[in-house]
């Protein structure tokens, strides 16, 4: 069976949704302001005869109809990365800041970290983690291509993250990212759908569970948890959050994304979830014409050692 | 400077510091702090740039210099203990520990910008080749033999492209593999 079937109660137009999923995705670039700022990127393409068309939400982000950005000056010099629109909404959902200490759970292949260095002004900690090696080489080049000096890289499983490699206890930021079933990449590769399983969703599913809990003991009171996946199963994500709320101490917060959303889910499959998860974010695509996304944006709320109390105490 | 309690000694049995390709070391500051024989010092590293390529000293200054493996010095913005054993610290930036010191190609696409001089500017097509990887004589260089770096203008500024070894008037690209790209001859250039 094709499991975006099993989403259309949960979207407005079944037809346009099945129909989006079915269109392939154009090519998107961003542009790497450590290295040149839009404008620049923009003459360059005009020099270079590259046609391109701009992101009405997103003025650092084009699309190329031509296809692949390999070929051509900016990309050489790292002043483009090829990334998907909604690949960038974690990163400015977690609005990292210059000198901060960030944490990004699942980094490889790097196009979120490497946009979180930017927004960090290539300035202060930024922890990339993963736990496989062959993916960390892309995530290495990509960001000396990009030319991110402020990128601490480590090979670990993000569950039981270690921070024995750095002078501190305690994330500002943390952004995860979780491997999921990803079914919202669908436009850009087919095939998850045929892949596609429901064991395979509840298994990692308990994976994400453990890497969000991990992120949140790591991240300091007052702190920002950013969770992320690009499938529409609710098992994998508003059940995620659902375990941590009940777990950590955390709270999810309201915050805006520039594109169409829909809220999180509170019901699925005879489950209920916390009435605040409609501050979770649902993108489809078919209102905003890019791939399937989620986001939610956690706030610690306690000191990670007692582990008790769930409201109150917020920013040092 | 070793605090984690490993055995600084040699795999030959000597006593004295050695560099470990598995970690990373901070550089000394000054020869009169360094530990590890042969190892390049904080202060030779920023007055190399400067003279080389005359990248100011208030550049480099916000950042940490180490070592990983033997005599590559990394460079790196942010808080890590010292030594640190993990995949990367910032990234690849000079090669040191041999008679001619030479950059990466990523650290002069970083800041190579700064350069004001051994900075050789490349015409399209001499740029679309030295991205490509290939070596070609550029007859009109007076400056210093050995590691320059190549530049072309894009979008009214110039901007480094990578390390070119200049020798007997030829430009050799230093271009990494993995990295060289035929960038020009889309526009029918040769």
């Not at chain 1, 210059?98 to 990004?104: A, F, H, I, N, S």
């Not at chain 1, 308990?206 to 920002?224: C, E, F």
């Not at chain 2, 901007?159 to 990295?179: A, D, M």
């Amino acid at each position: 069976m094709n499991p975006l079937e099993r989403y259309l109660p949960l979207v407005d137009d079944e037809d346009a949704f099945l129909a989006a999923c079915d269109r392939p995705l154009p090519s998107v670039v961003r542009t790497n302001p450590i290295a040149a700022a839009p404008e620049r990127v923009r003459r360059a393409f005009d020099e270079e005869g590259i046609d391109y068309e701009p992101v009405d939400w997103h003025d650092g982000l084009f699309r190329l109809p031509a296809g692949s950005p390999g070929t051509n000056w900016p990309y050489v010099h790292g002043w483009i990365h090829g990334q998907e629109e909604v690949s960038t909404l974690p990163g400015l959902a977690l609005d990292a800041q210059p000198g901060e200490r960030v944490l990004d759970t699942c980094a490889a292949p790097g196009s979120k970290t490497t946009q979180i260095a930017a927004d960090m002004d290539d300035r202060g900690t930024l922890v990339a983690n993963d736990n496989n090696l062959g993916r960390l080489s892309a995530l290495r080049h990509n960001a000396e291509r990009l030319g991110v000096t402020n990128v601490a890289v480590t090979n670990q499983d993000a569950r039981n993250l270690s921070l024995r490699p750095f002078p501190f206890d305690a994330f500002d930021r943390a952004l995860v990212d979780v491997p999921c079933s990803c079914e919202g990449t669908c436009r850009k590769n087919p095939d998850v759908l045929d892949e596609w399983t429901l064991d395979h969703v509840h298994a990692i599913a308990g994976v994400s569970k453990g890497i969000l809990t991990r992120a949140i003991q790591t991240t300091r009171p007052g702190g920002v948890v950013v969770f992320s996946t690009c499938t529409f199963a609710p098992e994998e994500n508003e059940a995620v959050l659902q375990h941590v709320l009940e777990s950590e101490p955390c709270e999810l917060t309201t915050f805006d994304l520039p594109l169409r959303t829909e809220p999180g889910i509170t019901e699925w499959d005879g489950e209920t979830f916390n009435d605040a998860m409609k501050r979770a974010h649902r993108i489809y695509p078919h209102h905003n014409d890019t791939g399937g996304f989620f986001c939610a944006k956690l706030r610690v709320t306690a000191a990670q050692q007692d582990g008790s109390g769930t409201d109150g105490v917020t920013a040092r | 400077m070793s605090d984690d309690g490993s055995d600084p000694s040699n795999d030959d049995g000597s006593d004295s510091p050695s560099n470990d390709g598995q970690r990373f070391d901070r550089l000394p500051e000054t020869a009169a702090d360094r530990a590890v024989p042969g190892r390049p010092t904080r202060e030779e590293v920023l007055a190399w740039w400067e003279d080389r390529f005359g990248i100011d000293r208030s550049v480099l200054e916000p950042y940490t210099f180490l070592e990983k493996g033997a005599g590559k010095v990394w460079i790196y913005r942010g808080e890590a203990t010292d030594p640190c054993r993990i995949e990367a610290l910032g990234m690849a930036f000079l090669r040191t520990r041999q008679e001619h010191w030479k950059p990466t190609t990523r650290a002069v696409s970083r800041f190579g910008r700064h350069a004001t001089r051994n900075v050789v500017e490349l015409d399209p097509a001499e740029a679309a080749r030295f991205v490509a990887g290939e070596d070609q004589p550029i007859d009109r260089w007076d400056g210093d033999w050995g590691y320059l770096i190549a530049a072309h203008e894009l979008s009214g500024d110039r901007e480094p492209i990578g390390v070119g070894l200049y020798l007997h008037g030829e430009l050799r690209s230093r271009v990494p593999k993995g990295s060289r790209t035929d960038v020009g001859r889309l526009d029918g250039e040769e």
